[in-house]
């Protein structure tokens, strides 16, 4: 989401860790133990796995040294955003903690797209999560999310919020994003209101 859209609604995270009842007999202990494992593996943790994309002709990446920004650049130009300047695009990336794409390996073009940037340890902000509209409805953008997500969470990042645009704002509550959580308010700079 681009903070040229100033009517954003503030989302966000944060995960608790699922908790053991005292109260659990021996089965039932075998069974969430084997359960708890297999969400672990990667097949599980995520409603489409890695290689249930690769089979479908999709690659993920986890940088953007093989990205063509002017590719993504017509990707972001595609569902709406403006036009940026793709050296600022760059810029941007480069000052960019975690970052996901996921390319369409017979076309050779990116699809998918989300980044986080944040302090490393606390805090992390999510913006462009975009799907190439030919690409939307398939499950893209929630694989892309979902890893994205992960991986803040791994890194010991709780704190995890993103603006929405309310006609978005099904796909991210799923994902575990609320909106003005404990009625917190997302606020964002104007220069039009600000009083001279
Ligand atoms: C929003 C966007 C990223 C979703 O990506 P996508 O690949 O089309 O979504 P997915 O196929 O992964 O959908 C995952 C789930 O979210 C649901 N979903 C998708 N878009 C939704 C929306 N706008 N509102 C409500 N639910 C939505 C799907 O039905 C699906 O549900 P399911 O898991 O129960 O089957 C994509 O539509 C997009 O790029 N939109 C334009 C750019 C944009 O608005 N970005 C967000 C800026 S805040």
């Not at 908790?19 to 075998?30: R, V």
């Not at 069974?31 to 690659?59: H, M, P, W």
């Not at 960019?96 to 606390?122: M, N």
Request: overall charge positive.
């Amino acid at each position: 989401m681009l903070l040229q859209s100033i009517s954003t609604t503030f989302t966000s995270t944060r995960f608790s860790t699922l908790k053991t009842s005292p109260f659990i007999s021996q089965n039932s202990i075998k069974r969430s133990t084997r359960i708890s494992a297999q969400i672990l593996t990667n097949e599980n943790k995520f409603s489409v796995s890695d290689q249930s994309l690769e089979s479908r002709g999709f690659n993920l990446h986890r940088t953007f040294e093989e990205l063509d920004l002017d590719q993504l650049n017509t990707v972001f130009v595609a569902v709406g955003f403006p036009k940026r300047d793709t050296n600022k695009i760059r810029i941007a990336l480069e000052h960019t903690d975690s970052l996901l794409w996921i390319e369409d390996t017979r076309y050779r073009k990116p699809v998918a797209f989300a980044r986080a940037t944040g302090d490393g340890v606390f805090n992390a902000i999510i913006w462009d999560v975009v799907v190439d509209p030919s690409y939307q409805g398939i499950g893209l953008g929630k694989a892309v999310m979902e890893r994205l997500v992960e991986e803040l969470l791994q890194r010991g990042i709780s704190n995890i919020a993103l603006y929405s645009e309310p006609r978005v704002l099904g796909f991210y509550r799923p994902l575990g994003f609320t909106a003005d959580p404990d009625g917190i308010r997302g606020m964002v700079y104007s220069r039009k209101q600000k009083k001279r």
